[in-house]
């Protein structure tokens, strides 16, 4: 069932498994736009530097 159903009831067991659900996928979004950004910005410096 999907939110915009009809049939979709709002009781507490639905509002914190949905609430739940999305806090996930934030920390998950923002981790990986925060490391795609940060590797953007590291390979447009162009550091030559190697790390062994």
């Known amino acids: 069932m999907f939110p915009f159903s009809f049939?979709?009831?709002w009781?507490?067991?639905h509002v914190v498994?949905?609430?739940g659900l999305w806090y996930a996928l934030t920390i998950?979004?923002?981790g990986m736009?925060?490391?795609i950004?940060?590797?953007a910005i590291d390979a447009s410096r162009g550091n030559d530097?190697?790390?062994?």
């Open 37 to 39: 950004i940060k590797s």
């Open 28 to 30: 998950l979004g923002i």
């Open 49 to 52: 530097e190697h790390h062994h």
């Open 7 to 9: 049939e979709w009831i």
């Open 33 to 35: 736009t925060y490391c």
């Open 11 to 13: 009781d507490m067991g």
């Open 17 to 19: 498994f949905m609430g």
